[in-house]
């Protein structure tokens, strides 16, 4: 299985659009000692020629141009993207499903709850089933194990479990739908699995860690895990209001909370904190935080990884 991570940040990518804190000014005046990203997108083929998505980035069609692997192949209209699996239905995660509007077939895994949410309840996302066998929607439970197909069917060699992670929704969902949705089926995590059995995590919104979590982790060969924020008050802190780290979804790297504590007896995976937003320190390769990271057996992923199972 290979795995090519296209983009590593949160949303709005570093820079960010529109802020101008200390990293995002100095990244654009070129004097930052890190490097900048595109929100998180993650692509995995057991072939070189079919290629799932891990979500659909806001970014997907910047990012699908810069990779040869997933350009056409033949002439017309033909892509070797096949599959998009959704782990939510962040606006992170599934923005740039509506990049891949253009009449292409392919398949879309999701949970019922996510369904309703882009299919029922928001008519853009309509533009995916314009035509028939455009788009074929494969609900999934949320503690669900199967064989990832193409739009026809075909067995890709990948196997994935899902699991539930969290009961929150998305802000743009209102308290009414929420409501009438499945709490479990709000968001999860992934394991992909090879015919040889080697494993891959990935799971780039992480509320908390429990000893469940813990286990499947232990069991992965690669782990591509939130590591959106350093500290729980990190936004607050750089923007003088906004949300905590937890609110939002996400636990944060530090503190005697946080993952970089609750997972260091980790032994057997490969470890890479992902979905990395504008604030965090890390983004500072001079930086004491990157130097704690790297000293705890962890790297920050960049945009244009590979990894090979």
């Known amino acids: 299985m290979r795995i090519k991570l296209l983009g590593s940040a949160a949303g709005g990518g570093f820079p960010q659009w529109n802020c101008n804190c200390h990293h995002c000014e100095s990244a654009r005046a070129g004097t930052f000692k890190g490097k900048s990203r595109t929100q998180t997108q993650v692509v995995v083929t057991n072939d070189d020629h079919t290629w799932l998505l891990l979500n659909a980035s806001p970014d997907l069609r910047a990012q699908i141009e810069a990779t040869p692997a997933l350009h056409p192949r033949n002439a017309g209209r033909d892509s070797p993207i096949v599959s998009v699996l959704l782990t939510s239905g962040d606006i992170d995660q599934v923005a740039g499903l509506l990049s891949l509007r253009e009449l292409q077939p392919f398949r879309i895994y999701c949970t019922p709850s996510i369904r309703r949410i882009l299919q029922e309840d928001n008519s853009m996302f309509a533009m995916l089933n314009r035509v028939p066998n455009q788009v074929s929607w494969t609900e999934i439970g949320s503690n669900d194990s199967f064989h990832l197909l193409d739009?026809?069917?075909?067995d890709s060699g990948i196997g994935c479990t899902v699991f539930s992670l969290g009961r929150r929704y998305p802000a743009y969902v209102s308290r009414e739908r929420t409501a009438s949705l499945n709490p479990e089926e709000a968001l999860l995590g992934?394991?992909?699995?090879?015919?040889?059995?080697?494993?891959?995590?990935?799971m780039p919104a992480v509320p908390a860690v429990d000893d469940a979590l813990l286990r499947r982790l232990e069991e992965a060969d690669l782990v591509?895990?939130?590591?959106t924020f350093w500290s729980d008050d990190e936004l607050i802190r750089v923007q003088g209001s906004g949300s905590t780290a937890r609110e939002m979804g996400h636990i944060p790297v530090s503190g005697a909370e946080g993952s970089l504590r609750k997972l260091a007896g980790l032994r057997h995976p490969r470890k890479v904190f992902a979905h990395i937003n504008n604030t965090n320190p890390v983004l500072d390769e001079s930086g004491p935080e990157y130097a704690e990271v790297r000293t705890a057996g962890w790297e920050v992923a960049e945009d244009g990884w590979n990894f090979d199972l």
């Not at 591509?224 to 590591?227: K, R, S, T, V, Y």
Request: charged content about 15%; overall charge positive.
């Open 190 to 202: 992934a394991t992909l699995t090879t015919s040889s059995g080697k494993r891959f995590a990935y």
């Open 151 to 154: 739009v026809a069917g075909s």
């Open 224 to 227: 591509l895990f939130d590591g």
